[in-house]
T-cell receptor, first 114, second 114 residues
């Protein structure tokens, strides 16, 4: 069974640009969550999608958005990039998104904003 | 909302030393507790979890954690660490209210010297 796949693996952008990151969950998983990982802040929750609906949202500005498609694949978009958006963006999937479910993480997309 | 604090950002141990990583959470209700580990170059993976019952839980690779409700703690332990335990360890919590999302601590980087 293939794991969670995130593309691209690395991304370099300049301030003001926008970026789209992609996540393919484990087959059969319907919940996809996104996290931002930085050395100082650890993992911070961005949002969670379940069956194409955003079910939870973290405390990030509106520049961060996402969506989920009918095949459960998810995309995350960041508009008007700022230097502080440089981070590792992790995607995680689970079957139903229950509070006791194990999350399966992808390897992440390393975003550098110059 | 729940939060998690991990006491040590960096821990350095020699092989065969005993390990205890502290984790405290803040939430007044029922919680589900997790430890995730991120080995160098690998994705985050579940080490162990606690939902209810015996407060001492055992995970993979000889790790265990003890839930002490009165102290709001869920410390991770291992009697004898190995060089291969070098990794970053994250404590995390969900609650049983609604669609609670996984909230992580900032992580503890463990370096085991051979």
């Amino acid at each position: 069974k293939a794991g969670v796949t995130q593309t691209p693996r690395y991304l370099i952008k300049t301030r003001g640009q926008q970026v789209t990151l992609s996540c393919s969950p484990i087959s059969g998983h319907r919940s996809v969550s996104w996290y931002q990982q930085t050395p100082g802040q650890g993992l911070q929750f961005l949002f969670e999608y379940f069956s194409e609906t955003q079910r939870n949202k973290g405390n990030f500005p509106g520049r961060f958005s996402g969506r989920q498609f009918s095949n459960s694949r998810s995309e995350m978009n960041v508009s008007t990039l700022e230097l502080g958006d440089s981070a590792l963006y992790l995607c995680a999937s689970s079957g139903g998104g229950g509070t006791r479910e194990k999350l399966f993480f992808g390897s992440g997309t390393q975003l550098s904003v110059l | 909302a729940q939060s998690v604090s991990q006491h040590n950002h960096h821990v350095i141990l020699s092989e065969a030393a005993s390990l205890e990583l502290g984790c405290n959470y803040s939430y007044g209700g029922t919680v589900n507790l997790f430890w995730y580990v991120q080995y160098p170059g690998q994705h985050l993976q579940l080490l162990l979890k606690y939902f209810s019952g015996d407060p001492l839980v055992k995970g993979i690779k000889g790790f265990e954690a003890e839930f002490i409700k009165s102290k709001f703690s869920f410390n991770l332990r291992k009697p004898s660490v190995q060089w291969s335990d070098t990794a970053e360890y994250f404590c995390a919590v969900t609650t049983n209210s609604g669609y609670s999302t996984l909230t992580f601590g900032k992580g503890t980087m463990l370096l085991v010297s051979p």
